[in-house]
Each structure stands twice: as structure tokens, then as C-alpha cells.
Nanobody
Framework: QVQLVESGGGLVQAGGSLRLSCAAS????????MGWYRQAPGKQGELVAS???????????NYVDSVKGRFSISRDNARNAVYLQMNTLKPEDTGLYYC??????????????WGQGTQVTVSS
């Protein structure tokens, strides 16, 4: 059974930085996709960033447009960990951030694992 534990959330002023960490226990393939979702009050949850492996280019990251240039996702396969460096934070970045690991499959063979969430609050 895979368990994910997040850390690093907190309260920060606009313009500040935070670094989220997620450590996975259990059997995680280096080829699994690792990412971060966030849920803001009154808004639909969104995928903030993910990092996965593609045969042609190796590991690559993707970001939602609103965080491009400010957030950076990285992973340490030896530690089964994924990180989200968040810079120049804005109040609209406020939300509950969830770590996600999945096998990249679609449909019945899809496997998703979730952390418990860590709160990020950005004050103006």
C-alpha cells in the first residue's frame, strides 16, 4: 500500500516562497507520474504541476498557466519524493495542496494515490 505524506505548507505574505515536500512509502515506480493538486475554497480543484517520464525526452514537468515561471516541481526517485518550490506567491495561490502519484494509466487500470493535503495561505 502506498502512503503519501506532505509537509511544508504554511502562512506566507504575498511575494514570499514556500517549498512543499511529499514522501511516498511503499512500492513506487520511477516511471509513475508525481504531481501536486490544489483545492481553493469555492473553486474547482486543479492540477498545479506534474512530472513524469516520456521515452523520448526523459522526465518532464508540466504546469498550469497561472504558476508558470513561479513554481518548480522536482522529484527524487531514490527517496520516492516530489517537491514543489513556490516563489512569488500570490493570494490566489491559497489552497489545500495535495500530493498525487499515479501510474499514468487511463481507465480501469489507473491507480491514484493521494496525500492528506497541506494548507498554503498567502496573505496580501
Amino acid at each position: 500500500q502506498v502512503q503519501l505524506v506532505e509537509s511544508g505548507g504554511g502562512l506566507v505574505q504575498a511575494g514570499g516562497s514556500l517549498r512543499l515536500s511529499c514522501a511516498a512509502s511503499g512500492s513506487i515506480s520511477s516511471f509513475y507520474v508525481m504531481g501536486w493538486y490544489r483545492q481553493a475554497p469555492g473553486k474547482q480543484g486543479e492540477l498545479v504541476a506534474s512530472i513524469g517520464f516520456r521515452d523520448s525526452i526523459g522526465f518532464s514537468a508540466n504546469y498550469v498557466d497561472s504558476v508558470k515561471g513561479r513554481f518548480s516541481i522536482s522529484r527524487d526517485n531514490a527517496r520516492n519524493a516530489v517537491y514543489l518550490q513556490m516563489n512569488t506567491l500570490k493570494p490566489e495561490d491559497t489552497g489545500l495542496y495535495y500530493c498525487n502519484v499515479n501510474n499514468g494509466a487511463i481507465g480501469a487500470t489507473r491507480r491514484d494515490y493521494w496525500g492528506q493535503g497541506t494548507q498554503v495561505t498567502v496573505s496580501s
